[in-house]
């Protein structure tokens, strides 16, 4: 399997080559060339299936460059937490993306990509380094997927004082080839010096720097996994002699699109999904779109669903693409719709109120946008929304919202008893470029 750019079709490359570049050189993103097919026995839940196997076959289909034992040995690595499908309502299941080691669905992203990565590296006995800038979660997710990933260092910069404290223990204590750099500055200043470190040829040749932002298709690609998992999940659960060859609506609550897109991957290549829901929060770039056809970014909004404040999605061009910009074959598809702040909190208390369930305010967008998309698509079948964040990372939102206070999981207990260890710098690029070649 080759993976093309957006803007040029006869511009092809490897897996390996669209995972160490990330953007392709006219500056578009990689898609696959072709979507696959799951093989005939792929749904069938009376096989015995594993999560790690299901993700061996899906990433087989897409990837011939590493031999299939090493795929299965990677994928181990990647899955190792449960993803476990729950029953919320009659018709309405969580598919709980959340329990890895940053409570996000980030982290099985993050966690393939570094094992891709790090295996080209000892094939080729190069070493690597990766800076990425972030506002919070997606620092944490590399963080936590690089960790000790052989013939790779990382540089996490974040922005002083502008991350919560659960995050920055995430990104700055935990040492090893992880090295954290808090900025005096902003977000926006952050990017900007990692923007420059990987235009400054001396650094990028002499330390083979790189990035790892979510646009990367290795990040993407191990997510179709999990939408193929969760409806082989529905049909093990489901009253097997009425509901052969069930089907379901799949939910997901997005911000750059990435995730949606391989939800689309995966009903592309033959998992029984009828409806994909699009949830937004205010940012309604998207529903927008499929009201008027046209694709007008903006700035972003501030949300309770901070990780879905995106005003300009990056991946929507992939999702476009998959439908060869067919504005009536995407709306066949593809419902949307926004949230507001107001509607998530109220979603959080029913959900409480009639399950004992606590939703984090990503996953609670995508279940109040389930309940009035079903209406206007008159479906009936069953829906599985994912559960994008643990409720836990959003403390102050579920105090606000139910009045109660959660619980610390363990893998945040022990964030927080760790010891900071940051290298604290002014905003200047002279002193990113000392401490990456350093
Ligand atoms: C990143 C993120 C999203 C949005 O996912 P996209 O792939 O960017 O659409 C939703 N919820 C949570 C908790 C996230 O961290």
């Not at 015995?48 to 011939?64: E, F, K, N, R």
């Not at 927008?288 to 061009?317: H, I, Y």
């Not at 010891?419 to 604290?424: A, E, F, G, V, Y």
């Amino acid at each position: 399997m080759k993976f093309r750019s957006l803007l040029n079709g006869s511009l092809l490359v490897s897996f390996r080559e669209a995972l160490f570049s990330g953007v392709a050189p006219d500056g578009s993103l990689y898609v696959p060339e072709s979507i696959p097919a799951l093989p005939a026995d792929a749904m069938n839940p009376d096989t015995a299936h594993t999560l790690p196997s299901v993700a061996a076959q899906v990433l087989g289909l897409y990837i011939d460059e590493i031999p299939f034992e090493q795929l299965q040995r990677m994928v181990d690595g990647a899955f190792s937490f449960p993803i476990p499908l729950v029953k919320l309502e009659d018709d309405l299941s969580l598919l709980e993306l959340f329990h890895g080691p940053t409570l996000a669905f980030k982290d099985v992203g993050a966690r393939f990509m570094a094992s891709a990565l790090s295996y080209f590296l000892e094939q080729e006995h190069r070493e690597l380094t990766i800076a990425v800038a972030t506002s919070g979660d997606t620092g944490s997710a590399v963080a936590q997927g690089f960790l000790n990933i052989p013939h790779i260092s990382v540089f996490v910069l974040y922005p002083s004082g502008k991350i919560s404290t659960l995050q920055e223990q995430q990104i700055a204590t935990v040492g090893g080839n992880i090295h954290a750099v808090e900025v005096e500055g902003t977000f926006d200043d952050c990017q900007h010096l990692v923007r420059t470190a990987l235009a400054d040829r001396e650094l990028v040749r002499a330390r083979n720097l790189t990035t790892a932002n979510s646009i990367n298709l290795g990040r993407l690609i191990p997510q179709i996994t999990y939408y193929v998992w969760g409806l082989l999940e529905l049909q093990r659960q489901a009253d097997w002699e009425i509901d052969r060859k069930l089907a379901a609506d799949v939910c997901v609550p997005s911000g750059n699109f990435g995730n949606i897109t391989a939800a689309a991957y995966a009903k592309r290549m033959g998992a029984p999904i009828t409806n994909l829901f699009s949830a937004s929060n205010a940012n309604e770039v998207v529903p927008d779109f499929f009201r008027t056809g046209s694709f007008r970014p903006r700035p972003s909004l501030q949300t309770l669903s901070n990780a879905m404040d995106v005003g300009n999605p990056s991946n929507f061009a992939r999702l476009q693409s998959l439908y060869d910009n067919n504005f009536a074959a995407m709306k066949n598809d593809i419902s949307s719709t926004s949230v507001s702040d107001e509607e998530t909190l109220v979603e959080m208390r029913r959900t409480y109120e009639h399950s004992g369930t606590i939703l984090d305010p990503h996953t609670a967008v995508g279940v109040a946008a389930t309940r009035r998309l079903k209406a206007t698509r008159a479906s009936s079948g069953p829906t599985i929304v994912m559960g994008t964040a643990h409720p836990a990372k959003f403390p102050a939102v579920v105090t606000k919202a139910l009045g109660i206070t959660i619980p610390l999981p363990r893998q945040l207990q022990e964030a927080l008893q760790r010891t900071k260890q940051s290298t604290r710098i002014p905003a200047e690029y002279g002193r990113v470029k000392k401490l990456l070649m350093s």
